[in-house]
C-alpha cells in the first residue's frame, strides 16, 4: 500500500537490527546528523528509514524538529513522492513559513494548483506573513483570473520591487496574453530583469503577434544571458506571426554565434518558416544539420514530423515520404502530417490507403485534424461519395463532433461536384455560424457552375449580414461582370471602398540559391526585371504559336483584385516562372509558392510553358499543389 509516511507510526516498535544508517539509533539520533543525512539521502527508503526514527524518537519535540522537518519535506518532494511530501505538512502541527512556502511551491510545481492556493489561503488564516518566496511559488499556480488576488497581496506585503515576485507576476499576466498588466510590472521591475522575465515577455508580444516589441526587448537583453529558450520563443515567434523569413534570418544568427546551441524546439521552429515559404533548399540544409548533430539532438518524432511537413510543403513530397518511412514510433501527428502531405499533392488515394493503414496500427486514434486531411484529400480529387462516407462516420463511428474546418471540407467537395443545393443546405443546417472562408467556397463554386442566382443571392446575404471577406467582394464583383451587369460590378466597387476593404495583395516566391526572390504582380523591382519581361513576352509568342488564346474572362474572374488591374501577363507567379527559367539549369524542376489560388488563365499558360520548356512546375497555391508536368497539372484541373 501507498501509505502516508505519517502512518509510519504504526511501524513495529521493536528495535531495529540492521545497522542502517538511520535505523541504528538505539539512543535518540542527534536531529543535526539527520538532517546531514536526509541532505544526502539517495534513495526513497533512507527517507523513509530517517522518519521512522524521527517518528519513534519523538523528534517532533525537539526544537529542531523543524528544519529537520523541512528537510524531510524537500527529500521528500525531490524523489518524486509529492503526495508523501503533502501528507507530511498536512500531518504537522503549527507549520512555520518555511514549511507553508516549501509546501505551496511543491504543490505549484507538480502542477497541483488547487492544493497550493488551498495552502495559501491556510497561510493568511493562520496569520503568519507570507514572504516573497511564499509568493512566487503561489503565483506559479495562479490563473489569469486569481492573478489580481495575489497581485494585491504581493503590494500589501511590500513585495512589487522583489525580482522574484515580480517575474512570477509578469509570467502569469504573460501566460494569460495580458500585454497590459504584463507590461505595467515588467517596467517597474528593479535593475536586473531576469532572463524569466524578459522571456515571458517576450513570449506575451510574440503570443500576440507584435513580434518588433519582442525583438527590441530580445536585443535588448544582455547577449550572455540569452539562453535557448529566448531564442526559441523569438525564433517561433516570428514564424508563427508571418515572418518567416525573419525567422530564418535569427536561426542563422543563432548558428553564426555558435552559442547557446539549438535545441529540437528550435529545428521545429525554423522548419516550420522554411515551409511558409517554401524554402526548400534552406529546409534540406537543417535536415542535414539534424543528422550531423544526433549527439545532441534527439530526433524524436515531434522534429521527424515538422521535416515531413516541411518537405511536403516545400514541394518534395517523395523527402516527406522519406522521412515518414524512417520515422520511429510514428504518432497519430506523425500521420496527419504524411496524410495532410498527400492531400496537397493531389494524391488522394495515397492519403486514403495511408488513413486505412492508420486504423490498422494499434494504438493511433484518429483525431479531427486526420478527419480535415482526408476530407481535402477527397475534395482534392472530387471524390464525392468517399468524402461524404467519411464526414458521417466521423461522428458516427470517431465520435468526433465537426467542426467548420470539416463542414469547409464538405462545402466545398460538394459545390466543386456541382451540388450546389445540397451544400447550400448543410451551411443552413451547420451548428456554428459559417465563417467567410466556407461561404466564399460556396460562392466561388456557383461561379463556377454558373449558378449565378444563387450566387447573388448568398453574396448578397452576406454582405448585409456584414459576414465577408475581400474574396466575397471580389467573387460578386465577378459574378456581376460574368452577366455584363456592370452597374453591379460598380456598386460592389463603391462598397469596397466605404468599407475599406483592402484585397491582399498576390505574391509569389521562388527560392533560387538558398534566396527566397519574391514578386508581386507587374513588380519591376527584381535586379532581373528586364530578362525576365523579355522572357515573358518571347514565352507569349510562343504559347500563342501553339494556339493558346488569353482567357480574359480569368481576369474577371481571378480572384486577385489588384492584379486584376495588371494584365494577366504579370500575374505574379509568371514572373516567379520567368525568374526561374533564366537563373537555374535547364530541366531542373521550378518550385514556385504562391499565398493566392492560381487563376485559370495562369494555369492554362503555366501547363504549356511547362511543355514548351521542358521543365516540371510545382505550384503551391493558398489551397494545394499543381505538378505541371508536359503540358498538362496534377490536379487535372481541378482545384
Ligand atoms: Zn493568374
Ligand atoms: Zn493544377
Known amino acids: 500500500m501507498a501509505s502516508s509516511p505519517i502512518l509510519a507510526t504504526s511501524l513495529p516498535q521493536k528495535q531495529p537490527t540492521t545497522s542502517s544508517p538511520a535505523g541504528g539509533f538505539r539512543l535518540p539520533p542527534p536531529p543535526e546528523k539527520l538532517a546531514i543525512l536526509l ?19 519523538n523528534l517532533f519535540l525537539h526544537p529542531y524538529h523543524p528544519v529537520l522537518n523541512l528537510k524531510l519535506h524537500r527529500a521528500y518532494a525531490s524523489h518524486g513522492k509529492i503526495r508523501h511530501s503533502l501528507s507530511l505538512f498536512h500531518h504537522t502541527i503549527d507549520p512555520d513559513l518555511f514549511l507553508f512556502t516549501a509546501t505551496i511551491n511543491t504543490a505549484s510545481i507538480n502542477g497541483l ?139 542563422q544568427k543563432l548558428l553564426s554565434e555558435g552559442n547557446p546551441k539549438p535545441d529540437e524546439i528550435t529545428l521545429v521552429a525554423a522548419l516550420s518558416a522554411c515551409s511558409q515559404i517554401g524554402a526548400l533548399e534552406s529546409g534540406r540544409w537543417i535536415h542535414l544539420f539534424i543528422k550531423r548533430s544526433r549527439r545532441i539532438i534527439s530526433v524524436n518524432v515531434k522534429v521527424c514530423t515538422a521535416l515531413i511537413d516541411m518537405y511536403s510543403k516545400c514541394g518534395s513530397l517523395e523527402e516527406a515520404v522519406s522521412v515518414f518511412n524512417d520515422t520511429p514510433r510514428k504518432d497519430t501527428v506523425a500521420w496527419n502530417a504524411m496524410i495532410a502531405g498527400y492531400a496537397m499533392h493531389g494524391y488522394s488515394q495515397d492519403a486514403l490507403r495511408l488513413f486505412g493503414e492508420m486504423q490498422g496500427t494499434v494504438g493511433l486514434q484518429a483525431t479531427d485534424i486526420t478527419f480535415i486531411a482526408t476530407l481535402q484529400a477527397c475534395a482534392h480529387a472530387g471524390l464525392v461519395k468517399e468524402g461524404v462516407r467519411m464526414f458521417e462516420s466521423m461522428g458516427q463511428e470517431y465520435g468526433i463532433k465537426p467542426k467548420i474546418e470539416h463542414y469547409g471540407c464538405l462545402v466545398s467537395l460538394l459545390g466543386r461536384a456541382g451540388r450546389l443545393k445540397q451544400a447550400y443546405e448543410i451551411i443552413k443546417k451547420m451548428e456554428t455560424e459559417a465563417d467567410s472562408v466556407v461561404w466564399s467556397s460556396l460562392l466561388g463554386s456557383c461561379k463556377l457552375h454558373g449558378d449565378f442566382v444563387l450566387g447573388k443571392e448568398i453574396a448578397e446575404y452576406l454582405i448585409g449580414r456584414n459576414i465577408t471577406n475581400s474574396g466575397t467582394y471580389v467573387l460578386l464583383s465577378n459574378i456581376y461582370a460574368s452577366e455584363s451587369d456592370y452597374e453591379g460590378v460598380a456598386k460592389v466597387r463603391s462598397l469596397m471602398k466605404e468599407k475599406t476593404i483592402v484585397k491582399e495583395p498576390g505574391v509569389s516566391a521562388i527560392e533560387v540559391d538558398d534566396r527566397v526572390h519574391e514578386f508581386r504582380a507587374g513588380d519591376r523591382n527584381h535586379l532581373q526585371s528586364r530578362e525576365i ?94 505538378h505541371f508536368v508536359d503540358g498538362s497539372c496534377s490536379c487535372g484541373d481541378f482545384w
Open 39 to 57: 541532505d544526502k539521502s539517495e534513495s526513497v527508503d533512507l527517507i523513509k528509514q530517517i522518519h521512522a526514527a524521527i517518528l519513534r524518537h
Open 113 to 251: 494548483r488547487d492544493q497550493a492556493l488551498l495552502l495559501y489561503v491556510q497561510l493568511l488564516s493562520s496569520e503568519i506573513i507570507p514572504n516573497e518566496f511564499t509568493l512566487s511559488s503561489v503565483l506559479k499556480s495562479c490563473s489569469a483570473e486569481s492573478v489580481q488576488a495575489i497581485h494585491t497581496h504581493v503590494l500589501k506585503f511590500g513585495l512589487a520591487l522583489d525580482p522574484y515576485v515580480a517575474t512570477g507576476l509578469v509570467d502569469v499576466y504573460a501566460r494569460g496574453g495580458d500585454l497590459v498588466s504584463a507590461l505595467k510590472v515588467f517596467d517597474r521591475m528593479p535593475e536586473r530583469r531576469s532572463l524569466v522575465s524578459s522571456t515571458a515577455m517576450i513570449t506575451c508580444y510574440a503570443k500576440q503577434g507584435n513580434v518588433v516589441a519582442a525583438r527590441a526587448l530580445f536585443e535588448g537583453m544582455p547577449e550572455i544571458e540569452r539562453d535557448i529558450v529566448s531564442w526559441n520563443v523569438m525564433i517561433d515567434g516570428y514564424a508563427q506571426h508571418g515572418f518567416p523569413t525573419e525567422a530564418l534570418r535569427l536561426f
Open 533 to 626: 519581361y523579355t522572357l515573358l513576352r518571347k514565352l507569349s509568342e510562343r504559347i500563342k504559336s501553339c494556339g493558346y488564346v488569353p482567357d480574359t474572362n480569368a481576369v474577371l474572374q481571378d480572384l486577385e483584385e489588384t492584379e486584376k488591374e495588371e494584365s494577366l501577363q504579370v500575374h505574379s507567379e509568371r514572373l516567379a516562372i520567368a525568374y526561374g527559367l533564366i537563373s537555374t539549369q535547364p530541366g531542373s524542376p521550378l518550385r514556385i509558392f504562391k499565398n493566392l489560388r492560381v487563376c485559370s488563365d495562369c494555369h492554362t499558360v503555366t501547363k504549356l510553358i511547362s511543355k514548351i520548356t521542358g521543365r516540371k512546375i510545382v505550384v503551391r497555391d493558398r489551397n494545394r499543389f499543381h
